[in-house]
């Protein structure tokens, strides 16, 4: 798996999490698009000093170290367009951030979030699951907070208040 340890631990980070996981065929394609991606990043005209990859055949991630340049907001734009065309291409959505993934023994699973919920009040998974954060911003978080036991992440501000939360 790329860590991006290369880049300063600030280094912005974007996180595009699929509602399925890819074939290692897909994986192997969407990683060198990503990458590829990455490496003509361009933001007011200027190269980004960046990289990008598919990391767990789900999710695609894109690092910017925003201490050489700022990202802009055509930038953006431009890693929203190119997202937006690998999830047509591959018939995914990379946008339902109520989309959750989490760890189930050795793989990752992944529930809309009512399905979730519903696991959780059966006990199929606890406070102790460990879940993808993918509302971190920068790659210290990707190291450190992208993984967390679900009492830890944002998702319990949604399960323990109201568990009967519609989305």
């Not at 280094?11 to 698009?33: G, K, M, T």
């Not at 767990?56 to 340049?69: C, G, I, P, S, T």
């Not at 009492?151 to 949604?158: D, P, V, Y």
């Amino acid at each position: 798996m790329k860590t991006f340890t290369h880049l300063p631990a600030g280094s912005r980070v974007w996180i595009y999490q699929a509602d399925r996981s890819f074939s290692a065929a897909e994986s192997a394609a969407i990683d060198i698009a990503v990458t590829e991606f990455a490496s003509q990043w361009s933001s007011h005209k200027e190269k980004v000093v960046g990289d990008g990859g598919l990391l767990y055949n789900r999710f695609v991630v894109l690092v910017a170290n925003e201490d050489q340049l700022q990202i802009g907001g055509c930038s953006i734009d431009g890693t929203v367009k190119f997202i937006k065309e690998l999830g047509a291409k591959y018939k995914v959505d990379f946008f339902d951030r109520f989309f959750t993934c989490y760890w189930n023994n050795d793989q990752i699973a992944g529930e809309d979030f009512n399905s979730f919920k519903a696991k959780l009040s059966q006990g199929l998974i606890s406070n102790d699951t460990i879940v993808f954060n993918n509302l971190i911003t920068t790659l210290e978080g990707l190291q450190t907070k992208w993984q967390v036991p679900l009492s830890q992440s944002w998702h319990s501000k949604f399960l323990s208040h109201n568990t009967s939360l519609k989305l």
